[in-house]
Structure formats: structure tokens, C-alpha cells
């Protein structure tokens, strides 16, 4: 199946830099990739849809200019973890549509990043 | 207003043992529903959905939309099926929204 990589594994940084996430989509090309955050033993709130070659779109609530999102190509998406606090900790996962018809649904996800702020 | 509940968020069973787990979801529209898995150390992946009509290692799960429910059910657990199961929900457009998660154990 379609695979999907996210660089770093795992994070951790001071209070007040910047950290950026990679998400590759390693075999097929991804022109829609989505970035979800999980807290602990809670679900997947999805953050924003990034769109190869436009603006992301980001979901309610979500701060733009806190998490920049840039899909610069058909296979990498990042997000930008900006001023990062420590209540920005957390686990970051990535996913991309399949290569697969339009309407199949499947969403292929990477393995995750968590990043703590100290 | 996409919404998905899972109401139990641990379930334990013995091997052999039926397991069902809920989902009840909220759309106003035509929904797709699946049933995404994370076993230990490993990433979510799709289990089923309900567009398939199939069974995965022996799940199911039947989309009822008079009860909005899409509930996942196995008649004999095994071992190798503990792992966090997440009910999903999109509109079509690949936003999925996710349920809080049923973490399984089974027992042997």
C-alpha cells in the first residue's frame, strides 16, 4: 500500500522556537494531505488540509499563524510549529489520500511526530 | 456538523469472546463511515469501510442510518486483535472525523 513518512519522530525544543514537521508521501504523489493532532488517550482533531500548491485550510479554531502549513510539492507537506509553548505538546500525524480512485475514502497515515516543548 | 461517538473508551474481552464496539455519528448529509485500527507501536490504518461491505479479519460493521450507528462487531476475539480502534466519518471530501477511540484488550 501507499506509504506515508513523517521526519522527526520525535521533537524537543525550547519555549519560543520554531519546529518544523516533514510528511512524505513515499510512493505515490499526494495532492491533499491532512495534519491531526492527538493529546493523550483522546482522538485525532484535524488541524488543517494542506493543498499542493495553495493555501492550507485550516479547521476552526486552529491559529494560521501558529501552525504554518506549506504542501510545496506533489510528496511533502510541513507544518511549522511557530513561538512553540508547551502547551503546544503534543503528537502530530500527518495522511494523504491514496493513490487510489477519487472516492475511495482511505486516508494512508504516517507514524507521527511528538513534539515536546520544554 | 461532522460528529462521531464511541461511548466506551476501554473494552476488555477473553479470547473467543464476541467483541462489539459502538460508533453513533452525526451528519447531515451522505456519509462515508470506516473503522480505522492502531495496533501497538504501529500506525493507523484502515480496517473497513462501509462502502465495501466486507470482512477484515473477521470484523464487520453495517451502516444503520435510521439509528446513525456503525457499530464494529467480531464474533470470536483473538489476541492479535488488541489495538485502538477509531470509528471515522466523512462528507465525501477526505476530511475525516475521528471518535475518541475504543482501546481493546483481549484477554487470553
Known amino acids: 500500500g501507499a506509504v506515508v513518512s513523517q521526519h522527526p519522530s520525535r521533537v524537543i525544543c525550547k519555549s519560543g522556537t520554531s519546529v518544523k514537521i516533514e510528511c512524505r508521501s513515499l510512493d505515490f504523489q499526494a495532492t491533499t494531505m491532512f495534519w491531526y493532532r492527538q493529546f493523550p488517550k483522546q482522538s485525532l482533531m484535524l488541524m488543517a488540509t494542506?493543498?499542493?500548491?495553495?493555501?492550507?485550510?485550516?479547521e476552526q479554531g486552529v491559529e494560521k499563524d501558529k501552525f504554518l502549513i506549506n504542501h510545496a510539492s506533489l510528496t511533502l507537506s510541513t507544518l511549522t510549529v511557530t513561538s512553540a509553548h508547551p502547551e503546544d505538546s503534543s503528537f502530530y500525524i500527518c495522511s494523504a489520500k491514496g493513490p487510489g480512485p477519487r472516492d475511495t475514502g482511505e486516508l494512508f497515515f504516517g507514524e507521527g511526530s511528538r513534539l515536546t516543548v520544554l | 456538523a461532522q460528529r462521531v461517538t464511541q461511548p466506551e473508551k476501554l473494552l476488555s474481552v477473553f479470547k473467543g469472546a464476541p467483541v462489539e464496539l459502538k460508533c453513533n455519528y452525526s451528519y447531515s448529509g451522505s456519509p462515508e463511515l470506516f473503522w480505522y485500527v492502531q495496533y501497538s507501536r504501529q500506525r493507523l490504518q484502515l480496517l473497513l469501510r462501509?462502502?465495501s461491505r466486507e470482512s477484515i479479519k473477521g470484523f464487520t460493521a453495517d451502516l444503520n442510518k435510521g439509528e446513525t450507528s456503525f457499530h464494529l462487531k467480531k464474533p470470536f476475539a483473538q489476541e492479535e486483535d488488541s489495538a485502538m480502534y477509531y470509528c471515522?466519518?466523512?462528507?465525501?471530501?477526505?476530511?475525516?472525523?475521528f471518535g475518541k477511540g475504543n482501546q481493546v484488550v483481549v484477554i487470553p
Open positions: 471515522a466519518l466523512t462528507g465525501g471530501n477526505n476530511r475525516l472525523a
Open positions: 462501509h462502502i
Open positions: 494542506s493543498n499542493e500548491g495553495s493555501k492550507a485550510t485550516y
